[in-house]
């Protein structure tokens, strides 16, 4: 069935990078837009990032813009998302997210259907 894995987080200081993975199975990548969404205790999810199926198009919310970047491999089934600069403000648990279409069209997380089980990031000193 349809999978989503998220990996690599974990604790980091401030000004520190991460490299987000998210694994996917059961479906065929190349055909789907893909995001990721966090959730900081307390507040609600907001969309991070999303790439197109082919790659070619990306987004980005206002505050991660120049430091956070989405690529995919569709030879590995995998999205990745790649942190640098991290403020304590990044602290959220980050999912990856499937769209049901091949391109973005927008980060909200109600435009995404399925979700893998989340990744805990940590920045503090």
């Known amino acids: 069935q349809l999978q989503l894995v998220e990996s690599g987080g974990g604790l980091v200081q401030p000004g520190g990078s991460l490299r987000l993975s998210c694994a996917a199975s059961?479906?065929?990548?190349?055909?789907?837009?893909i995001g990721w969404i966090r959730q900081a205790p307390g507040k609600e999810r907001e969309g991070v990032s999303c790439?197109?199926?082919?790659?070619?198009?990306?987004n980005y919310a206002d505050s991660v813009k120049g430091r956070f970047t989405i690529t995919r491999d569709n030879a590995k089934n995998t999205v990745y998302l790649q942190m640098n600069s991290l403020k304590p403000e990044d602290t959220a648990v980050y999912y990856c997210?499937?769209?049901?279409?091949?391109?973005?069209?927008?980060?909200?997380?109600?435009?995404?259907?399925?979700w893998g089980q989340g990744t805990q990031v940590t920045v503090s000193s």
């Open positions: 790439i197109s199926s082919s790659g070619g198009y990306t």
């Open positions: 997210a499937r769209r049901t279409s091949a391109i973005c069209s927008g980060i909200a997380p109600g435009l995404f259907g399925s």
């Open positions: 059961g479906f065929t990548l190349d055909y789907y837009a």
